[in-house]
């Protein structure tokens, strides 16, 4: 069995602090990408399901004006559920990423090793601020939401009134 000297030397495996077993730097990296594709997943879903809303409040303005309070109310309700588990998923990605980064640089973070524009934007790369941007993003678009379906003249479009010709 190797010590945790000849592990340090090794640049392909590392001890990982509290595991108490090696891990390849590889397999860190494929993580690390794994969960930045996972959160480019959730951004975009979250995207095309609010420009969804967005468009079909817009189109149907009229029928949204008819519907009752009750169904306001399931209609606001699946939004802000859409939002909220959403948001909760996209925090959790963040966390994973930000946790996967600083393993990275504990175990494999050694500035010589890259070039100084990767070691700033991959090995430094933090994602702590982003559950403040997420919150921020999410309140905003199912505020949007909100404003449609309970102040109807936000979203109604009406063409340009025609007059009555008075030629002949």
Request: aromatic share 14%; proline share 2%; hydrophobic share 50%.
């Amino acid at each position: 069995m190797r010590d945790a000297a000849e592990d340090i030397d090794n640049l392909r495996f590392v001890r990982v602090t509290g595991w108490g077993m090696p891990i390849q730097e590889q397999t860190l990296i494929d993580a690390i990408m794994h969960v930045r594709g996972q959160v480019d997943f959730l951004w975009q879903f979250f995207m095309t399901v609010q420009i969804a809303i967005f468009a079909l409040l817009f189109i149907y303005d009229e029928a949204v004006e008819q519907l009752n309070s009750f169904a306001r109310f399931l209609a606001i309700g699946a939004v802000a559920l859409f939002d909220w588990i959403n948001a909760e998923a996209l925090k959790g990605a963040y966390s994973l990423l930000d946790a996967l980064h600083r393993q990275y640089r504990a175990d494999f973070g050694h500035p010589e090793r890259f070039q100084s524009v990767l070691y700033d934007n991959f090995v430094l790369a933090s994602f702590e601020g982003r559950v403040t941007m997420i919150s921020i993003t999410h309140s905003l678009a199912f505020g949007v939401v909100l404003m449609a379906l309970f102040w109807r003249r936000f979203i109604q479009h009406q063409g340009p009134k025609r007059k009555a010709s008075t030629e002949a």
